[in-house]
């Protein structure tokens, strides 16, 4: 009984060392309703995230740009900006428009990335504001799952 235990406290404590990596690549979801294909790329502590994606009849592709650093032994916060641009039937913040789509957004997150499995996990919120097709206010959140290639 002792020896399942015992490993099993050290599986948990081995997964929970953060590890830091170059670039990524998995899906990115959340409000106001889009998925991504996403990939991020870290040099330091710069982070680039690009994205192609959308919802149901719309196309977008985002970009953010972020200052990212260690929180704990675990987990990375990060903080920027970005813009995104669409195509389509937009259903952002409650409101459905077709036609073009732009905006742009400020970002809060944190992020885990798993040592024993190359996996990467993030949170974020922030506002977004968009100018087209009509000017909109909303705030909004995002969870990516990330395979670690670097």
């Not at 919802?55 to 972020?66: C, E, I, Q, R, S």
């Not at 389509?88 to 742009?104: H, I, P, R, T, W």
């Not at 919120?125 to 290639?149: K, T």
Request: glycine share 14%; net charge neutral; with cysteine.
């Amino acid at each position: 009984m002792k020896t399942p235990l015992l490993l099993l406290i050290c599986l948990v404590t081995f997964s929970l060392s953060a590890q830091r990596y170059t670039s990524a690549l998995g899906l990115r979801g959340g409000s106001p309703g889009v998925t991504y294909l996403n990939a991020k790329y870290r040099i330091s502590q710069q982070a680039y995230e690009i994205g192609l994606g959308g919802n149901t009849g719309a196309l977008w592709v985002h970009g953010n740009a972020y200052y990212q650093n260690e929180l704990n032994d675990i987990l990375d916060y990060y903080y920027g900006f970005g813009a995104n641009v669409g195509i389509g039937k937009m259903n952002q913040f409650e409101a459905n428009f077709s036609g073009l789509g732009l905006g742009v957004n400020a970002v809060i997150g944190i992020e885990h990335t798993l040592t024993d499995f190359p996996l990467n996990v993030s949170l974020d919120v922030g506002p977004g504001l968009y100018v087209l097709p009509r000017f909109q206010l909303g705030f909004a959140w995002a969870l990516s799952v990330r395979y670690v290639l670097h």
